[in-house]
């Protein structure tokens, strides 16, 4: 019974908020300021839908097929309105050439 008496004090309350506001102020550079995607190598984990499109709800509402049966007010297709984000390379790539490929002669199989 003595232990429950100490949490609904004022001086409790000031701990936890303290304690709250420390661990805040240590997470806050670690907040997603500016959405991206890795590129090439790295998998995805997850990306909120708000990042990917502006209407989101409404495309994910049309492929789960949510009021497809109802027949007073039909769902119509919605218009598929995308966000590009930008890509963020870890290490360094190096350029990729092709060579030139000798034209084929005429006897030649190819």
């Avoid at 100490?6 to 000031?14: A, E, G, P, V």
């Avoid at 936890?16 to 661990?23: A, D, G, I, S």
Wanted: with cysteine; aromatic share 12%; glycine share 4%.
């Amino acid at each position: 019974m003595a232990g429950t008496r100490n949490k609904q004090t004022q001086l409790n309350f000031n701990t936890y908020q303290f304690e709250l506001q420390k661990q805040t102020e240590w997470n806050s550079p670690y907040i997603l300021q500016s959405p991206a995607y890795p590129c090439s190598g790295v998998n995805v984990q997850r990306i909120p839908a708000k990042y990917l499109a502006t209407n989101a709800v409404d495309i994910e509402t049309y492929l789960y097929g949510i009021g497809a049966n109802n027949y007073v007010f039909p769902t119509i297709s919605p218009p598929l309105d995308t966000k590009t984000l930008p890509a963020i390379s870890f290490t360094p790539t190096p350029n990729l050439y092709i060579p030139i490929l000798p034209p084929l002669l005429q006897n030649q199989r190819p």
